[in-house]
């Protein structure tokens, strides 16, 4: 086992393998392990964001931020996954990946029991039981309880449509919508 100094450091330890993230942002519902993780997401929703990547012109509200972005940019992975090759930027991202190949799902839902990988899959998943729906659209009022799943929804207002495909053009709101539209080339043939 390992040991703290602290026992608040041993209550963040244990929240690892809980998946218990009991700070939540007031203003999107998103959860965190630690008072710290909260406040530096909190920084996501200030209007000003001085720091610009120079390779994407994306904004961020600190030089921390910008920094952990630029990474994804360039090709320093130094984190390869030692069953299948995989690179990574982020060990934190090799831990999560090797759980594929393990099967490993330490985050377990203490009202049915069902594992996840992650812990923000568990936190997804806890809504099932809860029913709550802390995504809510601006526009219309419905909720939803995933953020993926407003996202999707807004698209219905704004009329975006991301995924476009690359033999006739066409755009879609959803991927699915353009994996299902592929079969009409794949039928063509």
């Known amino acids: 086992g390992k040991r703290f100094k602290r026992s608040s450091n041993l209550q963040e330890h244990r929240r690892i393998h809980s998946g218990e993230r ?23 929703h200030c209007a000003e964001k001085p720091f610009k990547c120079a390779d994407c012109g994306k904004d961020f509200p600190t030089s921390n931020a910008l920094l952990l972005h630029q990474r994804q940019h360039c ?12 690179k990574f930027t982020y060990g934190s991202s090799l831990k999560v990946h090797e759980r594929v190949h393990t099967g490993d799902r330490p985050f377990v839902c203490p009202l049915c029991g069902k594992g996840f990988k992650q812990s923000n899959a568990l936190s997804s998943h806890e809504r099932v039981h809860t ?59």
């Open 22 to 44: 009991p700070f939540r942002c007031p203003r999107c519902a998103k959860s965190f392990k630690t008072p710290y993780e909260l406040q530096r997401h909190a920084l996501t």
């Open 75 to 86: 090709d320093d992975k130094p984190h390869v996954c030692g069953i299948c090759g995989k």
């Open 131 to 189: 029913g709550e729906r802390p995504f809510v659209c601006k526009t219309c009022g419905k909720a939803f309880k995933q953020s993926s799943y407003l996202v999707i929804h807004e698209r219905a207002h704004t009329g975006e449509r991301p995924y476009k495909c690359e033999a006739c053009g066409k755009a879609f709101a959803r991927p699915s919508l353009l994996l299902q539209h592929h079969r009409v080339h794949s039928q063509e043939r």
